[in-house]
């Protein structure tokens, strides 16, 4: 959980698979410490492939799943 923001640093990849990977990965990390970053995250994506995966990434955490 130290790290977070410096995996966070990779959703700013120019490469929009990095960018999946590491919503993938923040994913695992601790609730109150992912969720505002993947919505902000999500609030700025461009890329539609991206945008569906984070939506669903944020989704499964704010279910709880």
């Not at 919503?23 to 505002?36: D, F, Q, S």
Request: proline content about 3%; charged content about 25%; hydrophobic content about 45%.
């Amino acid at each position: 959980a130290r790290y977070i923001e410096d995996v966070a640093a990779g959703l700013e990849s120019p490469q929009w698979g990095t960018r999946v990977y590491v919503a993938g990965a923040l994913a695992g990390h601790e609730r109150e410490g992912a969720l505002p970053i993947l919505r902000d995250a999500l609030a700025r994506e461009r890329d539609d492939t991206v945008r569906q995966m984070l939506t669903m990434i944020v989704a499964q955490i704010e279910g709880g799943a």
